[in-house]
């Protein structure tokens, strides 16, 4: 009977950081996490436990390492794991790969480089505890982007939300606090090609945001590229929404409509007004316009088509060589 009592007064959140070579942030994250889990005030009716989930996603420096160094000599968090993959698989296989393996109440997804700042965990909970399954942390204050890359966001999210017709959280990140419930929602969608964020909108729930500006990065540097985030967005676009093929099937409707007339135009004038049209110049057009619109269709078709072929392989997402409890 005490036993059941106990049980019932505890809740635990899992604190889950995936990582890739983040050994020179580990030391200032878990003293911020320390920090944090020090001044927070309990609950009155329950005690909350923090366990820290670490994934290193194949880092080629010591993070895995340093980090179970650090958890250990820890004075706030009791309990760690460190879930260490067989290589880099990226950060969404990492993530799902730290979900499975949640067994608390509620998760906070947060990044090792503190641009999520652990001091809004507090307040995140306290969502949680008013009803909210879906806590986001969102960006209030972006001057610190430059231009572009503020309105190359702007203009992806604002297309997302035109094709997939998602409520996808406008200038959020990973950060957010998952409810068990939300937490077993995503785990259960075993895409290949991963968008969290698509995933984070597409389960619905009670959500609320949390809204902060997001700090510099302290050390290391950032592993995401200009490249790296044009082929995210478009994985976010292909997994989402079917509509580029229909977008390109009325292109190719307006664009044998207009041929159509145009040829019709010119029969017309040699066999009716005997005008001579040039060959040359629209012969050379013709085929190279109409060729680059066809291998643009090919090349949207063939990303739903290698989308469909990854998942017949169904291939695991990760591969955990071994998990370290500290």
């Not at 937490?183 to 895409?191: D, L, S, T, V």
């Not at 990065?217 to 490249?227: A, C």
Request: hydrophobic share 40%.
């Amino acid at each position: 009977m005490t036993d059941s009592t106990t049980s019932l007064q505890t809740r635990s959140i899992d604190l889950l950081v995936p990582c890739h070579n983040e050994e020179e942030s580990a030391a200032a994250l878990l003293e911020a996490l320390n920090t944090t889990i020090q001044t927070f005030q309990q609950p009155r009716d329950f005690t909350i436990h923090f366990n820290l989930i670490i994934v290193d996603d194949g880092s080629s420096d010591q993070t895995c390492q340093r980090f179970e160094q650090l958890i250990k000599e820890s004075k706030e968090i009791k309990q760690g794991s460190i879930i260490s993959l067989s290589r880099n698989f990226g950060k969404e296989a990492a993530m799902l790969a730290g979900l499975n393996h949640c067994e608390g109440d509620a998760c906070i997804i947060l990044d090792a480089d503190l641009q999520d700042p652990p001091s809004l965990i507090p307040e995140m909970i306290s969502a949680w505890l008013e009803g909210y399954q879906v806590v986001n942390a969102v960006r209030h204050d972006r001057s610190s982007d430059s231009r572009l890359k503020r309105l190359s966001s702007e203009g992806f999210y604002s297309l997302f939300l035109k094709l997939s017709k998602l409520k996808v959280q406008f200038n959020a990140s990973d950060f957010r606090l998952l409810d068990r419930a939300a937490i077993n929602a995503i785990a259960a969608c075993q895409e290949r090609v991963r968008f969290s964020k698509g995933f984070f909108a597409w389960i619905g729930f009670e959500q609320k945001n949390i809204y902060f500006k997001r700090p510099a990065r302290q050390t290391g540097s950032s592993k995401w590229g200009s490249w790296k985030l044009w082929n995210y967005a478009l994985d976010g676009i292909f997994n989402f929404s079917t509509a580029p093929l229909r977008i390109w099937s009325y292109i190719g409707l307006f664009v044998t409509s207009a041929a159509f007339i145009v040829g019709l135009t010119s029969v017309i004038r040699v066999l009716f007004f005997g005008i001579d049209v040039p060959g040359y110049a629209s012969l050379f057009f013709a085929v190279t316009f109409l060729g680059g619109l066809q291998l643009m269709g090919i090349g949207i078709l063939g990303e739903y088509v290698g989308r469909s072929y990854l998942e017949t392989k169904r291939r695991p997402h990760f591969v955990i060589k071994k998990i370290t409890k500290a």
